[in-house]
């Protein structure tokens, strides 16, 4: 099956630099990688996603990166507010449907003012 | 417009004890899900059911069962409660596009932290 390695763990960044975060996957047959913030107490909420037919995809001050041949994907977020903290999980599946989504262990990002 | 809502929010067992974790959602989706989070280990699969009717095993399914009860609700049962068990629940829905290469977002409820003493 999928296997999903995230890092790092954990991330601290001042107020206004950019934060990245980095997946590998397993298997060259996933198409798509979503990405789920979860702030405290809260359950995780999907920020972007992106698919295998595209390499790159922003939103605001978020943009996700896709490299096949590697099989890795990441996540960066520009002029980091205090708001960004957060737990952020990549997730990657083969198939349409999201009982085959594999979701990485987590980076606890902590932006510091 | 809730989203989905999950009870309770907390909760205490000792070891053999059973429980059922509840959820309901509001968005009419077709698919649910049930996911365990532990330190250090991301989103576990425990059960999921694609519609109104089926349910299916994920990734981490033993020591729990699970209801459809209507296209609504999902449950998610613990018969017997052991330590292992200790972590927080999720429970999430989405839309399926059957066929397609659309995905459907998960969409979470905030919840349900439990610890098996």
């Known amino acids: 099956g999928e296997n999903v390695e995230q890092h790092p763990s954990t991330l601290s960044v001042q107020e206004g630099d950019s934060a990245v975060i980095k997946c590998t996957y397993s298997?060259?047959?996933?198409?798509?990688f979503p990405w789920y913030k979860q702030e405290l107490g809260k359950g995780p909420q999907l920020i972007i996603d992106?698919?295998?037919?595209?390499g790159e995809k922003k939103d605001q001050r978020i943009a996700v990166t896709l490299n096949k041949t590697a099989k890795h994907f990441s996540l960066h977020i520009t002029e980091t507010q205090p708001e960004d903290s957060a737990v952020y999980f990549c997730?990657?599946?083969?198939?349409?449907?999201?009982?085959?989504?594999?979701f990485g262990t987590g980076t606890r990002l902590q932006v510091t003012l | 417009n809730a989203g989905v809502t999950q009870t309770p929010k907390f909760q205490v067992l000792k070891t053999g004890q059973s429980m059922t974790l509840q959820c309901a959602q509001d968005?009419?989706?077709?698919?649910m899900y049930w996911y365990r989070q532990d330190p250090g280990m991301g989103l576990r699969l425990i059960y999921y059911?694609?519609?109104?009717?089926?349910?299916d095993k994920g990734e981490v399914p033993n020591g729990y069962n699970v209801s459809r009860l209507n296209k609504r609700e999902f449950s998610l049962r613990l018969e017997s409660a052991a330590p292992s068990q200790t972590s927080v629940y999720f429970c999430?829905?989405?839309?399926?596009?059957?066929?397609?290469?659309?995905?459907?977002?998960?969409?979470f409820g905030n919840g349900t932290r439990l610890t098996v003493t």
């Open positions: 999430a829905s989405s839309e399926i596009v059957w066929g397609g290469s659309y995905n459907s977002p998960l969409h």
């Open positions: 298997d060259s047959a996933s198409n798509y």
């Open positions: 992106i698919r295998s037919n595209v």
């Open positions: 997730a990657a599946s083969w198939t349409g449907t999201a009982s085959k989504l594999t």
């Open positions: 968005m009419n989706h077709n698919s």
């Open positions: 059911s694609a519609s109104e009717g089926t349910t």
